[in-house]
């Protein structure tokens, strides 16, 4: 257990040093939440079975690359945010909902940007605490999508049934090595689980800090000398294919 401890902490450590002190924002209320998101289901579902309405389906929305929800027709200046790589996080989500119109003018830098949401939630309060309510609604992952692809897998959100369910906020790893290993996720800020997995069998760790991210760990066993270490978002499960110690492991993504 000791060498995959020692792993774990360099992995860790590369780990700070590559994400950086994020902003920080004060963790929100699950329950306030709740209720400042009344406000937005004039126009927005969100959980099992919801569908697109005047805005998009929000399931799932904190870790997702923005306006990518399937039949449902953006504004051109979505469009546009979601090829430049936005992806709604805890920061993108504040600067969004503090004035949708002004956010999108700010990182396409253009005065001409529009957004199809007028909609503002002014205090910082009523942001934290619906971005906190938002991040309880899980990610599906598509089972089919995962073969078809040779599992380059995006998460979609809400759709047919899940190989796996992963919370947005969870560091996660999967085994599709065909071979029973040892697996380790943890998640920034300490908590860390070690499990055996057989094939198909996967590993989570809830991340309080959705930009943070974490680190996974595959070895072939408690007594192994080396293994491999790989950084982790919240939300986008890693997939082993193939074990190979040396930090010479196969990926999925
Ligand atoms: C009056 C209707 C309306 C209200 C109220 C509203 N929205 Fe929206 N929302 C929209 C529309 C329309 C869009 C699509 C914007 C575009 O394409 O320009 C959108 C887009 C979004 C997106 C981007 C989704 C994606 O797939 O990229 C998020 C996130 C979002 N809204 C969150 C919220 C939250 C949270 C609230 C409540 C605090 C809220 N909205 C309230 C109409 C609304």
């Known amino acids: 257990m000791n060498v995959i401890s020692q792993n ?3 992995s860790l450590s590369i780990c700070i040093i590559a994400l950086g002190m ?10 306030k939440g709740e209720k400042v998101f009344k406000k937005c289901m004039t126009c927005h579902k969100i959980g099992e079975g919801a569908k697109n309405a ?6 799932g929305v904190v870790g997702r690359k923005a306006a990518t929800v399937p039949d449902y027709s953006y504004g051109k200046s979505m469009r546009q945010a979601r090829e430049t790589g936005l992806v709604w996080s805890e920061e993108s989500l504040d600067g969004w909902l503090t ?13 001409k ?5 007028k909609f503002k939630l002014k205090k910082q309060a009523d942001r934290d605490n619906v971005i906190a309510y938002l991040k309880t609604f899980s990610v599906e992952i598509k089972k089919d999508a995962m073969k078809k692809d040779g599992m380059q897998t995006e998460a979609t959100p809400g759709l047919a049934k899940p190989a796996m369910v992963v919370a947005a906020t969870d560091i996660c790893v999967e085994n599709q090595s065909g071979k029973t290993l040892l697996f380790v996720a943890e998640a920034k800020g300490g908590e860390r689980v070690v499990k055996t997995l057989k094939a198909a069998e996967n ?3 809830p991340q309080k800090m959705i930009d943070a991210g974490g680190t996974v760990g595959v070895f072939l066993d408690e007594d192994a ?3 491999c270490s790989r950084l982790a978002k919240a939300g986008q499960p890693e997939r082993l294919v193939a074990y190979e110690p040396f930090d010479n492991c196969t990926w999925a993504q």
């Open 54 to 59: 005047i805005g998009p389906v929000l399931t």
């Open 113 to 117: 940007a529009k957004s199809k949401m």
């Open 8 to 10: 774990i902490k360099v």
């Open 203 to 205: 590993l989570c760790v």
């Open 22 to 31: 994020g902003e920080a924002h004060a963790a929100g209320d699950i329950e």
């Open 225 to 227: 000398m080396e293994g």
């Open 99 to 111: 004035n949708p119109k002004k956010y999108l003018r700010k990182i396409l830098d253009t005065r």
